[in-house]
């Protein structure tokens, strides 16, 4: 039985501050603007506020390049406004989280400045610098926003490593020093009231020592050195250090966003007796759709593995350790456009993918606008792009003669700024997100979907996620019932029991993944008396059910249902 805990009872909400609301008329979102709309978050009920980072950033990557980790970024505001943003939170009752990026800085940042200036300086060593090899890289390894991962500096005549952007340095978690300044910046939040760390790429701090060259393998991540730096040896010694140094003496809430760790590797991240972190962000739902090269390399997913995936994560992580459930976030494509359908069947396929998020095992996180069905864009011009990856893969792919309209295509698809474009409060212009010039435009569909129209609307999208989030609250059978999988082979349906042996409570739910359909047949040891709808996203549906009405079930596109057995 797993441990009860607030935050696994929570509902995260992610916010990207740029893109969120804008207060003051300059066209990027910031605190007073999220500060605005707290009352929008208590009314749709969540419990955890996730904010992308708001440190000083010359802002290459939005914030994700830091230079000051103790200070406000001007456009988002002040220090005041940071503990309004976080009073304003607490008195509703909601927790704040922040976004921990600490595998690099900014080279903005004054320890990379002091880093460059020679090689015998004191902050030298806070980075990773290598003379270079006959003429060229230190190794093969490449950036994840293309090119090599690393940048000749001539000052010093050597090189430094980026697996980001060159403006990214990595930190070198090897040095002792770099580490208890992190620890000590940690503290410094967490003593200002910070209930949580969301901790970017945290799997990617330990580089191996050696810094081979990635083998010619024609698959990601090994072609760009992923094997070489992502769960390296130390990794494990880096994240006990940091629960004996800071987390195990602050009662809060922790996710790692781990890229390439299964369920089984799991285990050693979020069991609760290695007390290291409570829950992962993993990626093997969001690169179901990714080729052998990567993310812009694009494939089919199917709903096989999608099953299998999450069944997996499920049972292994059952006994010891915590799900965390997302499908989007601010680099991935809008969840309705990716797994749903974000024409027809709009808001039938997004309530489906909600009910989805909401009903497993684990904490649910809600990527803003999702809660009201936001798509996917399509800017007719690369110069309405803003994401530094999408730019430099354009780039890219220009140089190697790859046809523009094609590279449009896979952008349209895969791009980051499709889950960046501002979130759609109104009608109004630049719906409502500012008065000013958006720093990216807003999707065209605003005047379609907006928070203003999903109010008024009973049978809205937000309509169902309040309600989904309040089942949650009132019944811990949502959030601690264990899992079982039903119909394993069916192509088109995911179902599954969920039990929670405290009040011998049964959920069902059956979710229909395409728009054609289909029939649910209840396995026949599964018995029970009635069953009594609590959601679903046609109006119609069956209020109580008894067996025999599952003995041949049609399911309409995208049906999803939920019923309680006895
Ligand atoms: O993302 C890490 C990461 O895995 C991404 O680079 C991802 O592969 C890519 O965005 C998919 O398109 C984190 C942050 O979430 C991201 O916004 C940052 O750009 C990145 O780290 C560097 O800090
Ligand atoms: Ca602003």
């Given at each position: ?47 955890v ?13 939005n ?44 080279d ?23 003379p ?16 090599s ?7 010093t ?21 770099v ?7 940690m ?37 760009w ?14 994240l ?6 800071v ?43 990714y ?12 709903l ?43 808001v ?13 095992q ?13 798509t ?12 530094i ?5 354009y ?10 309209q094609?590279?449009?295509e ?9 889950a ?30 907006n ?16 309600k989904l989030?309040?089942?949650?609250r ?10 079982k ?64 009405d ?14 309680l057995?006895?």
């Open positions: 039985m797993p441990k009860k805990k607030w935050w696994k009872e929570s509902v995260v909400y992610q916010i990207y501050p740029r893109s969120f609301k804008d207060s003051n008329g300059d066209g990027t979102g910031d605190l007073q603007g999220i500060i605005s709309k707290l009352d929008y978050l208590k009314y749709l009920g969540i419990s506020l996730w904010i992308s980072p708001v440190y000083h950033s010359p802002n290459v990557d914030g994700y390049d830091i230079s000051d980790y103790r200070g406000i970024m001007t456009e988002m505001g002040t220090m005041a406004d940071w503990e309004a943003l976080r009073d304003g939170l607490h008195s509703r009752g909601m927790k704040l989280v922040m976004d921990l990026v600490v595998n690099h800085t900014s903005q940042h004054r320890w990379f400045q002091e880093s460059r200036l020679s090689k015998d300086n004191p902050y030298r060593d806070y980075y990773i610098w290598r270079g090899k006959e003429g060229k890289e230190p190794n093969n390894w490449s950036s994840e926003f293309s090119g991962a690393w940048e000749y500096d001539a000052l005549e050597e090189y430094y490593l980026h697996v980001f952007s060159k403006n990214q340095p990595d930190l070198n978690w090897d040095n002792k020093t580490r208890y300044e992190i620890y000590d910046m503290k410094w939040w967490l003593d200002k009231g910070v209930d949580g760390f969301r901790m970017d790429v945290i799997n990617m701090i330990a580089k191996d020592p050696e810094l081979p060259d990635a083998p010619p393998v024609n698959s990601s991540p090994y072609q050195g992923g094997e070489f730096f992502i769960n390296g040896p130390r990794l494990r010694y880096y006990r250090e940091m629960h004996t140094k987390l195990c003496k602050y009662d809060l809430m922790t996710v790692g966003e781990t890229r390439w760790v299964d369920a089984d590797m799991a285990r050693f991240f979020v069991d609760e007796y290695r007390h290291e972190l409570n829950m992962l962000f993993h990626f093997e739902l969001l690169e179901l759709d080729g052998p090269d990567g993310k812009w390399d694009k494939k089919a997913w199917e096989a593995d999608f099953k299998r995936i999450i069944s997996n994560w499920q049972t292994k992580l059952a006994e010891s350790g915590w799900n965390s459930h997302f499908l989007s976030n601010h680099d991935h494509p809008r969840m309705v456009s990716r797994f749903g359908n974000d024409t027809t069947y709009r039938e396929s997004a309530k489906m993918l909600a009910t989805l998020l909401h009903t497993l684990g904490t649910p996180y809600i990527y803003q606008g999702d809660e009201i069905g936001m996917n864009v399509r800017f007719p011009s690369i110069e309405h792009y803003r994401d990856e999408t730019l430099n893969m780039e890219e792919g220009l140089k190697n003669s790859k046809d523009p094609e590279l449009r896979i952008i349209y698809e895969k791009g980051r700024d499709n960046r474009t501002p979130m759609q409060w109104d009608d109004s212009p630049h719906a409502g997100f500012t008065d000013g010039t958006p720093w990216i435009n807003v999707n065209s569909n605003y005047q379609e979907i928070v203003e129209q999903a109010q008024q609307d009973p049978s809205s999208i937000l309509h169902y996620y309040r989030i309040e089942l949650r009132q019944y811990p059978l949502f959030v601690y019932g264990d899992y999988l039903l119909l394993p082979k069916h192509t088109q349906i995911y179902s599954y029991l969920r039990r929670w042996e405290e009040n011998a409570e049964t959920l069902l739910v059956i979710l229909n993944f395409f728009e054609e359909s289909t029939t649910f047949i209840l396995p026949e040891r599964v018995t029970f008396q009635t069953g009594r709808l609590l959601i679903a996203n046609y109006p119609d549906t069956n209020p109580v059910i008894e067996m025999a599952l003995k041949d079930f049609t399911l309409r596109p995208y049906e999803a249902c939920v019923y057995l006895d």
